[in-house]
């Protein structure tokens, strides 16, 4: 089977595929492959909290024009998986040069099948959109065509919770997505101080109490299979063993009292008011933090679908409030421009590449603490880093992307993204559980070497054997030349008017065709280059 996700989820999805058991689990590119039976296909719909749909292909072609699609299509045994009372819908994704309109080839699956059905019933059945009984899907890479059957039918993003959203709604396999990937599972209290519609509060709600994501649903597409299992789907749903206690809270702000109406009725209908509070707040109100210690989550608005007057004014206070207000706290900011981050003004401990929607953006991490960063409790390792397998692939991706966002900035000559260098980039994104090594022992620079070294050791109050003296400019008057002369014949003295400024300034003018090698020599214009 294949799980679709979000670019960058793959890693957490296919870690949640583990833990429900799916076996041969290989990372794509937005999809995950697996297999597993009819109960693992069940599962994966109900329990995923990363996935977008789940296919089950079921027939594999090569083809290298649309008339080999067709045929292709046409000779397979249509019985198996349709009736003539059944509706049908196709769904086409093609990465090929030999097809450029997934549109087209969608056009030839549905003919192949309908001719199919002609020529055996003398009738076919009908194509439905909206609301379809099987729902096909088409992959073309090059020229392997795989069709397979959706068994989600409406994207898995759609809960069934929310029943109202506002300006800038965010996904709720993104929202899901950042909050595994931060490690939360319920530990301590959780905090958004700009919760919009509240999606990352019923998301985290709903990871801390072991609740499937896909409860709330009104159905699933398999349920309208020729094979579905009522009784084997109905003990899964049902299944209440992965139930968790959560003894925090979760609390969410907002300064837009709409945005707060709007989230209550979400939580409300997701069956979650008495573990979520929320509050008309705005952020920069902020003058203690909610609770001692937790996990403070935040998507701010980025300027594209919601306007803001000073963004940098806005994300500077962010920065501000954290630093001040949620000392013990570990934060997490997602956002879309460089400048945006860079207002912020706080050092990241860790950055997660993401996507929400087209836009390509970062999620960072901010360990708050009080006083200076090397006061900081030493940890036994980076939280999230170098802990399993699961979490050294995950940080692998990541410099990945952020390496070939880098790279393809750089080929289209514009500032990199998130303003980080080369150098920079492979420093902050490397595995830190690994400790840097060298070929060469360090060696301390002597600081009498040269007057920058003088410098350093006297800020340090270590200068070694010379203290820095500054400069007495005032033993030479401003206006003295210092002169320099060769003592090669034929060579012209140079004056400057400056101490060690290299302008070369002969006395007297040189005409064409005058040797500053004793040497003759052709005039400079009829040189060749």
């Not at 830190?432 to 040269?450: A, I, L």
């Not at 400069?471 to 060769?486: H, W, Y």
Request: aromatic share 10%; with cysteine.
């Amino acid at each position: 089977m294949i799980a679709k996700t979000l670019a960058e989820m793959e890693d957490v999805l296919a870690e949640e595929l583990i833990a429900l058991g799916a076996d041969n689990v290989e990372i794509g590119t937005r999809m995950v492959m697996f297999t597993g039976n009819k109960a693992m296909m069940y599962k994966a719909n109900v329990y995923c909290r990363t996935a977008l749909r789940i296919l089950k292909p079921f027939y594999t072609f090569k083809a290298e024009s649309a008339d080999e699609v067709y045929e292709a299509v046409k000779s397979f045994n249509w019985a198996d998986y349709l009736t003539l009372d059944n509706t049908f819908s196709i769904d086409a994704v093609v990465f090929s040069h030999i097809f450029t309109h997934s549109k087209f080839v969608a056009y030839k699956v549905k003919d192949a099948i309908a001719d199919w059905f002609m020529e055996k019933y003398e009738k076919r059945p009908s194509v439905s959109v909206s609301n379809p009984d099987i729902m096909l899907h088409i992959h073309v890479a090059h020229n392997k065509c795989t069709l397979s059957l959706d068994s989600s039918g409406e994207s898995l993003h759609k809960r069934g919770y929310r029943v109202a959203q506002g300006d800038a709604p965010l996904n709720e396999v993104l929202a899901a997505g950042m909050i595994l990937k931060s490690g939360w599972k319920g530990e301590c209290d959780f905090v958004d101080p700009m919760c919009g519609s509240g999606t990352l509060l019923i998301e985290a709600a709903m990871i801390a109490l072991g609740i499937p994501p896909g409860i709330h649903r009104p159905n699933f597409a398999f349920e309208k299979w020729k094979d579905f299992d009522s009784d084997l789907f109905s003990t899964i749903y049902n299944d209440d063993s992965g139930a968790k206690e959560f003894n925090h809270r979760i609390m969410g702000f907002d300064i837009s009292p709409k945005a707060i109406a709007i989230a209550e009725k979400n939580v409300r209908n997701a069956g979650l008011r008495k573990y979520i509070d929320l509050e008309v707040k705005p952020f920069k109100q902020f003058t203690e933090a909610p609770s001692k210690e937790g996990l403070l989550m935040t998507n701010p608005p980025y300027g594209e679908r919601l306007k803001v007057e000073d963004l940098d004014e806005l994300y500077s206070m962010i920065g501000e409030r954290l630093k001040h207000v949620f000392p013990g706290y570990r934060a997490y900011v997602l956002s879309y421009r460089k400048e945006s981050f860079d207002a912020i003004g706080l050092k990241h401990s860790a950055r997660y590449f993401l996507y929400n929607g087209a836009l390509e953006c970062e999620m960072r991490e901010y360990e708050i603490f009080s006083g200076k960063r090397d006061d900081r409790p030493e940890k036994d390792a980076p939280r999230g880093k170098g802990g399993s397998a699961g979490d050294d692939a995950r940080h692998e991706r990541n410099s990945r992307e952020g390496y070939r966002r880098s790279q393809r900035a750089n080929e289209a000559g514009e500032e990199k993204p998130m303003g980080e260098s080369r150098g920079q980039r492979r420093s902050d994104d490397r595995d830190r559980s690994r400790p840097f090594k060298s070929d060469r022992p360090f060696k301390p620079r002597e600081h009498s070497e040269s007057r920058d070294g003088d410098r350093r050791g006297a800020r340090s109050g270590n200068s070694g054997d010379k203290s820095f003296k500054p400069r007495d400019r005032s033993e030479k008057p401003r206006g003295e030349r210092r002169e320099f002369r060769s003592d090669k014949p034929g060579t012209k003295s140079f004056r400057s008017d400056k101490p060690g400024a290299k302008s070369f300034k002969s006395d007297k003018p040189s005409k064409p065709g005058n040797s500053f090698s004793g040497k003759d020599a052709k005039p400079r214009v009829s040189r060749k280059k």
